[in-house]
């Protein structure tokens, strides 16, 4: 099983450690001290707080699980279809639709949607271990 210190684990969140601390702190999220005295905390504890952070009022009224809310940073319409751009954290993300999709959504640069995903193929990679000191081509 993986233990995240801190900083990893404020980078899988998209917040900064001193939330996490703080969240260790009030009891939120569980933390233990490692053999040199940092905290950290188990995968498991790290995984059962996320998913309860990520649980969305209504997102059972949909099949689709997949929610992420943000900011939208940019809007393209031409005459029948249109391309949003929202910004859900450090990911980006882009949807086509009908210009009278984002005209009825009076979807615009700065508004906070929702982007709901729902796909019939993901693709799970793990991370490539870290070049120490090296540029990989």
Known sequence: MSDFRISEAAELLSVSADTVRRWVDAGRLA?????HGHRVI???DLAAFVTAQAATP???LSSARNRMRGIVTAVVKDAVMAQ???QAGPFRVVSLMSREAVDE????????AVAVIKSTTVV??????AARGRTVT
Do not use: C, W, Y
């Open 31 to 35: 933390a233990a001290r490692d053999d």
């Open 42 to 44: 188990a995968g498991a």
């Open 124 to 129: 799970v990679e793990r991370p490539a271990p």
């Open 58 to 60: 209504g997102s059972e």
């Open 105 to 112: 959504l009076d979807l615009r640069v700065g508004s906070v």
């Open 84 to 86: 949003v751009d929202i």
